[in-house]
Protein backbone atom coordinates (compact mmCIF):
# COMPACT_ATOMS: atom_id res chain seq x y z
CA UNK A 1 0.00 0.00 0.00
CA UNK A 2 2.63 2.48 0.84
CA UNK A 3 4.63 1.81 -2.27
CA UNK A 4 1.46 2.36 -4.37
CA UNK A 5 0.47 5.41 -2.53
CA UNK A 6 4.17 6.89 -3.12
CA UNK A 7 4.31 6.24 -6.55
CA UNK A 8 1.22 7.40 -7.30
CA UNK A 9 1.51 10.88 -5.22
CA UNK A 10 5.31 11.04 -6.18
CA UNK A 11 4.97 10.80 -10.30
CA UNK A 12 5.42 13.61 -12.29
CA UNK A 13 2.49 15.66 -13.40
CA UNK A 14 -0.16 14.59 -10.58
CA UNK A 15 -1.85 17.53 -9.86
CA UNK A 16 -2.41 17.10 -5.72
CA UNK A 17 -5.84 19.49 -5.42
CA UNK A 18 -7.34 17.26 -8.40
CA UNK A 19 -5.82 13.56 -6.07
CA UNK A 20 -6.79 15.72 -3.03
CA UNK A 21 -9.54 17.83 -3.44
CA UNK A 22 -10.23 17.86 1.01
CA UNK A 23 -8.73 17.68 4.13
CA UNK A 24 -10.16 14.27 4.73
CA UNK A 25 -8.07 12.73 1.39
CA UNK A 26 -5.48 14.64 2.89
CA UNK A 27 -5.42 12.59 6.14
CA UNK A 28 -5.74 9.34 4.07
CA UNK A 29 -3.18 9.69 2.15
CA UNK A 30 -0.85 10.52 5.05
CA UNK A 31 -1.98 8.13 7.11
CA UNK A 32 -0.23 5.72 4.36
CA UNK A 33 2.62 7.61 3.80
CA UNK A 34 3.71 8.33 7.28
CA UNK A 35 3.88 4.10 8.06
CA UNK A 36 6.48 4.37 5.55
CA UNK A 37 8.55 6.09 8.09
CA UNK A 38 8.18 3.01 10.51
CA UNK A 39 9.11 0.44 7.41
CA UNK A 40 12.34 -1.57 7.79
CA UNK A 41 15.77 0.26 5.94
CA UNK A 42 14.91 -2.71 3.08
CA UNK A 43 12.30 -0.26 1.75
CA UNK A 44 14.41 2.98 1.57
CA UNK A 45 13.03 3.81 -1.62
CA UNK A 46 9.56 4.24 -0.53
CA UNK A 47 10.43 6.06 2.69
CA UNK A 48 12.70 8.36 0.19
CA UNK A 49 10.02 9.09 -1.17
CA UNK A 50 7.71 9.97 1.11
CA UNK A 51 10.60 12.14 2.30
CA UNK A 52 10.32 13.85 -1.32
CA UNK A 53 6.15 14.71 -0.82
CA UNK A 54 6.29 15.59 2.35
CA UNK A 55 9.14 18.28 1.28
CA UNK A 56 6.71 19.91 -1.40
CA UNK A 57 3.52 19.43 1.00
CA UNK A 58 5.85 21.23 3.56
CA UNK A 59 6.55 23.89 1.01
CA UNK A 60 10.53 23.57 1.20
CA UNK A 61 11.47 21.50 -2.07
CA UNK A 62 12.26 23.22 -4.66
CA UNK A 63 9.79 23.78 -7.41
CA UNK A 64 8.09 25.74 -4.03
CA UNK A 65 10.48 28.19 -3.18
CA UNK A 66 10.90 28.98 -6.82
CA UNK A 67 7.38 29.73 -6.72
CA UNK A 68 7.44 31.75 -3.40
CA UNK A 69 10.12 34.11 -5.49
CA UNK A 70 7.60 34.80 -8.24
CA UNK A 71 9.88 32.93 -10.93
CA UNK A 72 7.48 30.65 -12.64
CA UNK A 73 7.33 27.77 -9.71
CA UNK A 74 4.70 25.88 -8.66
CA UNK A 75 3.69 25.58 -5.11
CA UNK A 76 3.03 21.98 -4.61
CA UNK A 77 1.12 22.58 -1.50
CA UNK A 78 -2.69 21.48 -1.50
CA UNK A 79 -4.37 23.99 -1.55
CA UNK A 80 -6.92 22.77 1.12
CA UNK A 81 -4.30 21.99 3.54
CA UNK A 82 -3.41 25.65 3.86
CA UNK A 83 -6.39 26.99 5.76
CA UNK A 84 -4.93 24.46 8.28
CA UNK A 85 -1.51 23.86 7.82
CA UNK A 86 -0.26 24.31 11.42
CA UNK A 87 -1.54 21.30 12.40
CA UNK A 88 -0.72 19.48 8.88
CA UNK A 89 2.84 20.44 9.55
CA UNK A 90 3.28 19.50 13.38
CA UNK A 91 1.33 15.80 12.25
CA UNK A 92 4.03 15.64 9.20
CA UNK A 93 7.05 16.22 11.07
CA UNK A 94 5.92 13.88 13.92
CA UNK A 95 5.51 11.01 11.56
CA UNK A 96 8.74 11.96 10.01
CA UNK A 97 10.81 11.88 13.51
CA UNK A 98 9.27 8.06 13.27
CA UNK A 99 12.48 7.25 11.35
CA UNK A 100 14.66 7.78 14.44
CA UNK A 101 12.93 5.15 15.85
CA UNK A 102 14.64 1.49 16.72
CA UNK A 103 13.31 -0.97 14.27
CA UNK A 104 14.11 -5.06 13.79
CA UNK A 105 15.21 -5.33 10.48
CA UNK A 106 16.46 -8.59 8.23
CA UNK A 107 18.89 -7.35 6.14
CA UNK A 108 19.86 -3.78 6.01
CA UNK A 109 21.39 -2.48 9.71
CA UNK A 110 20.44 0.42 11.19
CA UNK A 111 23.61 2.19 10.53
CA UNK A 112 23.79 1.52 7.24
CA UNK A 113 24.62 3.97 4.29
CA UNK A 114 20.87 4.12 3.98
CA UNK A 115 19.79 4.94 7.19
CA UNK A 116 22.16 7.74 7.95
CA UNK A 117 21.29 8.93 4.36
CA UNK A 118 17.69 9.09 5.37
CA UNK A 119 17.78 10.40 9.11
CA UNK A 120 19.66 13.38 7.66
CA UNK A 121 17.55 14.19 4.52
CA UNK A 122 14.83 14.43 7.34
CA UNK A 123 17.09 16.70 9.81
CA UNK A 124 17.53 18.84 6.15
CA UNK A 125 14.02 18.81 5.90
CA UNK A 126 13.55 20.18 9.13
CA UNK A 127 16.43 22.88 9.19
CA UNK A 128 14.82 24.30 6.20
CA UNK A 129 11.52 24.27 7.67
CA UNK A 130 12.90 27.10 10.17
CA UNK A 131 15.00 28.98 7.86
CA UNK A 132 12.97 29.51 5.00
CA UNK A 133 9.24 29.06 6.66
CA UNK A 134 10.49 30.23 10.23
CA UNK A 135 8.33 33.26 10.03
CA UNK A 136 4.87 31.58 8.96
CA UNK A 137 5.29 28.50 12.15
CA UNK A 138 2.66 28.96 14.96
CA UNK A 139 4.14 28.85 18.58
CA UNK A 140 2.39 25.27 18.51
CA UNK A 141 4.60 24.21 15.71
CA UNK A 142 7.86 25.64 16.66
CA UNK A 143 7.12 23.73 20.59
CA UNK A 144 6.00 20.70 18.59
CA UNK A 145 8.75 20.79 16.73
CA UNK A 146 11.68 21.32 19.29
CA UNK A 147 9.88 18.12 21.50
CA UNK A 148 10.18 16.22 18.40
CA UNK A 149 14.18 16.71 17.91
CA UNK A 150 14.42 16.48 21.98
CA UNK A 151 12.85 12.99 21.33
CA UNK A 152 14.64 11.74 18.18
CA UNK A 153 18.36 13.26 19.55
CA UNK A 154 17.79 11.48 22.72
CA UNK A 155 16.82 8.11 21.10
CA UNK A 156 20.27 8.34 19.17
CA UNK A 157 22.78 10.06 21.11
CA UNK A 158 22.28 8.82 24.71
CA UNK A 159 23.40 4.84 23.74
CA UNK A 160 27.43 5.27 23.29
CA UNK A 161 26.61 2.37 20.86
CA UNK A 162 24.27 3.36 18.84
CA UNK A 163 25.98 3.93 15.13
CA UNK A 164 24.06 6.91 14.02
CA UNK A 165 24.48 8.30 17.25
CA UNK A 166 28.27 8.93 15.58
CA UNK A 167 27.14 9.76 12.31
CA UNK A 168 24.58 12.11 13.04
CA UNK A 169 25.72 13.88 16.58
CA UNK A 170 26.71 17.04 15.08
CA UNK A 171 24.27 17.66 12.98
CA UNK A 172 21.29 16.77 15.72
CA UNK A 173 23.09 19.20 18.37
CA UNK A 174 23.72 22.05 16.26
CA UNK A 175 19.91 21.31 14.50
CA UNK A 176 18.61 21.41 18.24
CA UNK A 177 20.27 24.72 19.04
CA UNK A 178 19.88 26.35 15.62
CA UNK A 179 15.84 25.60 16.64
CA UNK A 180 16.08 27.14 19.94
CA UNK A 181 17.35 30.16 18.80
CA UNK A 182 15.41 30.73 15.93
CA UNK A 183 12.52 30.09 17.75
CA UNK A 184 12.42 32.75 19.93
CA UNK A 185 10.96 35.77 17.90
CA UNK A 186 8.17 33.64 17.49
CA UNK A 187 7.05 31.87 20.94
CA UNK A 188 9.65 33.42 23.86
CA UNK A 189 11.41 31.21 26.08
CA UNK A 190 9.77 28.70 27.32
CA UNK A 191 11.30 27.51 30.69
CA UNK A 192 9.94 24.12 30.19
CA UNK A 193 11.54 23.63 27.18
CA UNK A 194 14.82 24.60 28.37
CA UNK A 195 14.50 22.15 31.22
CA UNK A 196 13.99 19.51 28.77
CA UNK A 197 17.44 20.54 26.98
CA UNK A 198 19.28 20.49 30.05
CA UNK A 199 17.73 17.04 31.37
CA UNK A 200 18.33 15.44 27.67
CA UNK A 201 21.53 16.39 27.20
CA UNK A 202 22.66 15.29 30.20
CA UNK A 203 22.34 12.13 28.73
CA UNK A 204 24.66 12.77 25.71
CA UNK A 205 27.59 13.93 27.82
CA UNK A 206 29.56 10.79 26.93
CA UNK A 207 29.73 12.40 23.49
CA UNK A 208 32.56 15.03 23.29
CA UNK A 209 31.17 16.90 20.35
CA UNK A 210 27.89 17.43 21.96
CA UNK A 211 29.67 19.86 24.88
CA UNK A 212 31.98 21.13 21.94
CA UNK A 213 29.29 22.06 20.11
CA UNK A 214 27.28 23.52 23.17
CA UNK A 215 30.66 26.05 23.62
CA UNK A 216 30.20 27.21 20.08
CA UNK A 217 27.01 28.41 21.07
CA UNK A 218 27.31 29.41 23.91
CA UNK A 219 30.73 31.64 22.66
CA UNK A 220 28.97 32.74 19.70
CA UNK A 221 26.44 34.28 22.24
CA UNK A 222 28.95 35.82 24.31
CA UNK A 223 30.27 37.36 21.63
CA UNK A 224 27.06 38.78 20.64
CA UNK A 225 25.81 39.91 24.04
CA UNK A 226 29.26 41.55 24.31
CA UNK A 227 28.51 44.09 21.12
CA UNK A 228 25.52 44.68 22.85
CA UNK A 229 27.00 45.74 25.57
CA UNK A 230 28.76 48.36 23.88
CA UNK A 231 26.62 49.41 21.16
CA UNK A 232 22.92 48.81 22.87
CA UNK A 233 21.46 49.94 19.56
CA UNK A 234 23.29 47.43 17.08
CA UNK A 235 21.03 44.75 15.54
CA UNK A 236 21.29 41.74 17.63
CA UNK A 237 23.62 38.94 14.74
CA UNK A 238 25.18 35.68 15.74
CA UNK A 239 27.76 33.71 14.08
CA UNK A 240 28.36 30.08 15.51
CA UNK A 241 31.54 28.50 14.33
CA UNK A 242 30.49 24.81 14.77
CA UNK A 243 33.13 22.44 16.14
CA UNK A 244 32.38 19.66 13.36
CA UNK A 245 33.62 22.02 10.67
CA UNK A 246 30.66 22.89 9.23
CA UNK A 247 29.70 26.08 7.51
CA UNK A 248 28.86 28.65 10.39
CA UNK A 249 25.41 29.52 10.83
CA UNK A 250 25.12 33.00 10.66
CA UNK A 251 20.86 34.82 11.49
CA UNK A 252 20.14 37.89 13.08
CA UNK A 253 17.14 38.83 15.62
CA UNK A 254 14.56 42.10 14.49
CA UNK A 255 14.29 43.60 17.79
CA UNK A 256 10.70 44.30 17.64
CA UNK A 257 10.19 40.68 17.47
CA UNK A 258 12.18 39.73 21.10
CA UNK A 259 12.96 41.61 23.96
CA UNK A 260 16.54 42.05 24.94
CA UNK A 261 15.23 40.07 28.18
CA UNK A 262 14.81 37.04 25.94
CA UNK A 263 18.00 37.20 24.68
CA UNK A 264 19.44 37.47 27.92
CA UNK A 265 17.35 34.33 29.22
CA UNK A 266 19.05 32.11 26.36
CA UNK A 267 22.63 33.10 27.38
CA UNK A 268 22.13 32.62 30.53
CA UNK A 269 20.40 28.83 30.45
CA UNK A 270 22.93 28.00 28.23
CA UNK A 271 25.85 29.30 30.19
CA UNK A 272 24.77 27.72 33.37
CA UNK A 273 23.87 24.43 31.88
CA UNK A 274 26.92 23.97 30.07
CA UNK A 275 29.06 24.59 33.26
CA UNK A 276 26.57 22.04 34.91
CA UNK A 277 27.02 19.92 31.76
CA UNK A 278 31.26 20.44 31.97
CA UNK A 279 31.62 19.91 36.03
CA UNK A 280 29.41 16.43 35.50
CA UNK A 281 31.94 15.32 32.74
CA UNK A 282 34.92 15.84 34.22
CA UNK A 283 33.43 14.15 37.28
CA UNK A 284 32.60 10.97 35.80
CA UNK A 285 35.74 10.72 33.89
Not at 29 to 39: D, I, K, R, S
Not at 149 to 154: E, N, P, R, S, V
Request: some cysteine; aromatic content about 8%; hydrophobic content about 45%.
Amino acid sequence: MCSMVVGFLGADGVDPVAVLPSGHHIRWAMEVLGHAFALPMEDADVIAGSLRIYERWLGVDDASLVAKGGKGGKDQRPACMQKVEQTFIQDMLGQMTLLFEERSTSGVASGSVDASVAKHVVLETFDALTKRRGAQLSPQTWDRMIRLLLGAADGVLHNLRNVLGNQLCGQLVRLLFEVYLRSLPHCGPRGELWSLLQKFSRRWIHRSLVIEQWNAVTLALTKSLMRQIHVPDAAIGIEIVWADSRQPSKFEYVISLMSPRDYWFSWTELVIDWILTVSATLFLV
